[in-house]
């Protein structure tokens, strides 16, 4: 009984917490590959692959673009490792993301937490915290403006804010559904002398996907699976608020992933952008040389008018698992 009243408390904090964080604006990355990185969206995934479970993923995105006065198109870099501790209840983990979109740099360094309880027949309940620092850096000496007079351009800006997040995941070796907000707290990202609209603040993540057998065999599975992204309209910025990702696949022999997916973006009435922008379809090819070592490759084709002025986005994703007990047996995980 009392072990159901620490779950119920503490769903309610972190349902509240999810519910507080969806009334802002946020531009945090976004990744092709979601599925196998899911950390640094949500800390409730923490300790879910029931192993020493590390993660290096690198995103070029809109390769050959200049992206409208910058020398370089948007840069990800993210290094993750989780793992359950002795007490199955509980697991940590830590994430690193660096994000580049011309001459702004972007660092987050972050710890994770999950207490994770059984509902059921290989099925959990993950409830996670994450916590640590964003460290906000812009260089005006490298930007090239469009209009030399700009204030705002010619300073430059450091800002190191506190990174606080917390999700809730449902897993099955079959399924999956989570929701969390990976920062709550909103900062400022102006310059002291000359403040401007550049915030961070809030949004919301939701996820949710599964894997279905194809014959007895079970050598064939589909796995179909979407991600749903909040970012709040700001009155100052034109931002598209709500994004989804599509993402359809087969795993052949739990050696080989080929998948396809279509992203979309839905603005608002309210900051004049237009209400549906298809943004890109993708290609995603996964594989397992062991059942350790997962090596993978995503390709954005952009179906914006940026189209017209790059050659996509490009994303690679290394993963290894480590088995923590020598007698246990590294089990296919399909997410």
Known sequence: MRKHTIIARFSVMLISILSAG????QQDP?????????LPQNAAYTGSREALSIRALYRDQWSGNKNGGTYKAPQTASVTIHSPLKNE???LGFFYVNDRLGQEHKNQFNLTYAYRVGLGKKVKLSMG???GVYWYKYNAQGEVATDAGDPVLQEN???????VGA?????HPNFYVGASVPNFIK????????????KRTPHFTAMAGGAIPLGKSKHFYLRPQMQYRYLAASRTLRTIPHTFDFNLSLLIYNRVNIGAQYRTSFGNKNNGVKLENPDSFDVLLEVWPTKQLLIGYAYDYTLTKLGNFNRGSHEIIIGYDLKLEKK????PRYF
């Open 22 to 25: 969806v009334t802002y604006a």
């Open 30 to 38: 976004q990744y092709t590959q979601f599925m196998y990185n899911k």
């Open 89 to 91: 209840h509980f697991a």
């Open 129 to 131: 915290l994450n916590a």
């Open 157 to 163: 800006v450091s800002r190191v804010l506190p990174d």
């Open 167 to 171: 999700g809730l995941y449902v897993y």
């Open 187 to 198: 900062g400022d990202l102006s310059s002291k002398n000359q403040p401007s609209a550049a």
């Open 328 to 331: 246990k047996v590294i089990t």
